[in-house]
Nanobody
C-alpha cells in the first residue's frame, strides 16, 4: 500500500498565499507522476497541476502564473505553492501519485484532501 498525507491547507484572504505539501510513504520503488487536483462544492474534480519524474509540469489555465508545483524525489514529496489566491480557488485539494511499489505492482494513490478557503 502507498499512503499520501497532505498538509498546508487553511483559510487565507484574497491575494494571499499558501503552500501545500504531500508526502508518499509505503513500499515504493519509484514514483512517476505527482499532482494536485481540487474539487469545489457542486463541481467535478479537476487537475490543478502535475509534475513528472523528469520535472515536466502542466497547469490548469486559470492557475498559470500563480501556482507552482515542485517535488523532492528524495523525500517522496510534492509541493504546491499558491500565490495571489482568489475566492474561486476555494476547494478541497487532493494529492495524487502513481508509480511502482514492492512486487513491481503499479499504484495510483490519493490523499485524503485538504481544505483551502479563500475569503475576506
Amino acid at each position: 500500500q502507498v499512503q499520501l498525507v497532505e498538509s498546508g491547507g487553511g483559510l487565507v484572504q484574497p491575494g494571499g498565499s499558501l503552500r501545500l505539501s504531500c508526502t508518499a510513504s509505503g513500499s515504493i520503488i519509484v514514483i512517476n507522476g505527482m499532482g494536485w487536483y481540487r474539487q469545489a462544492p457542486g463541481k467535478q474534480r479537476e487537475l490543478v497541476a502535475r509534475i513528472t519524474s523528469g520535472r515536466s509540469t502542466n497547469y490548469l489555465d486559470s492557475v498559470k502564473g500563480r501556482f507552482t508545483i515542485s517535488r523532492d524525489n528524495a523525500k517522496n514529496t510534492v509541493y504546491l505553492q499558491m500565490n495571489s489566491l482568489q475566492p474561486e480557488d476555494t476547494a478541497v485539494y487532493y494529492c495524487n501519485a502513481d508509480g511502482v511499489r514492492n512486487g513491481f505492482i503499479s499504484f495510483d494513490s490519493w490523499g485524503q484532501g485538504t481544505q483551502v478557503t479563500v475569503s475576506s
